[in-house]
């Protein structure tokens, strides 16, 4: 099975500090995502990625950046961390075409955001 | 409006019993429609995928399709202490025209439970 890990698993960060969450797959996909979880809207897309180079937003980019360095690897960057930005990120990966993408998540990022 | 909607938000059932969970959609640019299920402190991991009209049955889960509608729904047969997660039912759009990617729009998730 599709193998993504992120890093860290937990996280408490300062109100107006930085915050890089890290997401490394393994399995040569293609689509990168970053989603975040809250209770009561659940998986909302903050930005995707499709290849090396690219990013995308998703519905809510707003307060957060991301970078796609390599196939392997796909951060979320919060440069000015708020306490809305409190919650629980998951970063998934597929490769698949025309609408058949089976996402694999990662065990998720639990953010605090004090 | 949320673009991808679910009920219950959540449902519990006798173990053995049968549960049905429901998703509807509000844009006709969705094409493909999934099954996931998160256990509690983990990643969603996919169930089943359906685009075709009708039923789709895999094991204890069978999900059916009404593309007139935009309905989907997941029934549990069976239920087993391990099907106890939050299942989110998710759209699947074209994100670039001509590349073939796709995008996945979540609904909010069924909480699924059995009765002790």
């Known amino acids: 099975e599709a193998a993504v890990t992120q890093s860290p698993r937990n996280k408490v960060a300062v109100t107006g500090g930085k915050v890089t969450l890290s997401c490394n797959q393994t399995n040569n996909h293609n689509n990168m995502y970053w989603y975040r979880q809250d209770t009561g809207h659940g998986l909302r897309l903050i930005h995707y990625?499709?290849?090396?180079?690219?990013?995308e937003k998703g519905d809510i980019p707003d307060g957060y950046k991301a970078s796609r360095p390599s196939q392997e690897n796909f951060s979320l960057i919060l440069e000015l961390a708020t306490p809305s930005q409190t919650s629980v990120y998951f970063c998934a990966s597929g490769d698949a075409w025309g609408g058949l993408d089976t996402l694999y998540f990662g065990a998720g990022t639990r953010l605090s955001v004090l | 409006q949320q673009k991808v909607q679910q009920s219950p938000e959540s449902l519990s059932v006798p173990e053995g019993g049968m549960a049905s969970l429901n998703c509807t959609s509000s844009?006709?640019?969705?094409?493909y429609f999934w099954w996931y299920r998160q256990h509690s402190g983990e990643g969603p991991k996919a169930l089943m995928?359906?685009?075709?009209?009708g039923d789709k049955k895999e094991g204890r889960f069978t999900a059916h399709l009404n593309k007139a509608s935009l309905h989907v729904s997941l029934h549990i047969r069976d239920s087993q202490p391990r099907d106890s997660a939050l299942y989110f039912c998710a759209a699947s759009e074209p994100h670039l025209p001509g590349t073939g990617s796709n995008r996945l729009t979540f609904g909010k998730g069924t909480k699924f439970s059995l009765i002790p």
């Open positions: 990625s499709y290849g090396a180079g690219s990013t």
């Open positions: 844009d006709r640019n969705f094409q």
């Open positions: 995928s359906i685009f075709s009209d």
